[in-house]
């Protein structure tokens, strides 16, 4: 799976923010990252807020989001290079300002401050479950679907191709659509119907992702649209 780097310009205004959250799940989503989707909105939401409350409205600002090694890097760009976070506790006696960086601290892996020429460079980290930055999560089903393509592609080779040693990102769709196939030529052999086949496997694929989704509430108190 490739893990492009992306950004995204925006203006710091409170409307924003659950946008920004919105992009962020729904890259994560793509990315096979939803166990770390609410922990990232959070550092979202807190870090462009920090823009917001302490660099002023209207600002022009940047997220951007990238995998480095085995860590998700969230960074907010904006253009004032004086106005830097402060962490204070989060404790409920505490003012609103600066309890923003106190939340980012108790989420992530690590964050920091970057000075630019032109620019600050707030980011922070979390910890991923890939082994490579284009690798997946070791879900059970991912993870016997990857050994089952890897057996199909070394026992029946797709017609022209000589890399069956590995599935990659370049012949592993086609492998699948071909299985896919099989399995269908398979279940019509055996006297059964290959609709209600796909019917059955797409609502236990609905299911599933469902039960991952319910585990992945967002934090009502600190980041509710």
């Not at 600002?59 to 253009?79: K, Y």
């Not at 032109?118 to 284009?134: F, G, H, S």
């Not at 992945?216 to 600190?222: K, L």
Request: charged share 25%; proline share 5%; net charge negative.
């Amino acid at each position: 799976m490739s893990r492009k780097p992306w950004e995204l310009s925006f203006t710091a205004e409170p409307v924003e923010v659950a946008a920004l959250r919105r992009i962020m799940r729904l890259h994560l989503g793509i990315w096979g990252l939803h166990d770390i989707s609410d922990e990232a909105q959070l550092c979202v939401s807190e870090l462009v807020s920090n823009v917001i409350t302490h660099v002023g409205h209207g600002t022009p600002a940047t997220l951007a989001v990238s995998v480095r090694g085995n860590h998700l890097r969230i960074e907010v760009h904006d253009p004032d290079t004086r106005a830097l976070p402060v962490l204070r506790d989060a404790s409920a006696t505490d003012c609103e300002d600066g309890r923003g960086m106190a939340l980012v601290d108790a989420v992530a892996d690590r964050w920091g401050v970057l000075l630019r020429p032109d620019r600050k460079v707030t980011w922070c980290e979390l910890a991923i479950k890939l082994a490579t930055p284009d690798g997946h999560a070791d879900a059970p089903s991912v993870v016997r679907a990857e050994a089952l393509l890897r057996f199909y592609a070394t026992a029946a080779p797709l017609p022209g191709r000589t890399d069956v040693g590995r599935v990659n990102s370049a012949v592993a769709e086609e492998t699948v659509i071909a299985a896919i196939t099989d399995f269908l030529h398979w279940f019509q052999a055996h006297g059964r119907d290959a609709d209600d086949m796909l019917d059955r496997a797409q609502m236990r694929f609905e299911a599933d992702c469902a039960a991952q989704c319910q585990g992945h509430r967002d934090y009502p108190a600190v980041i509710a649209e």
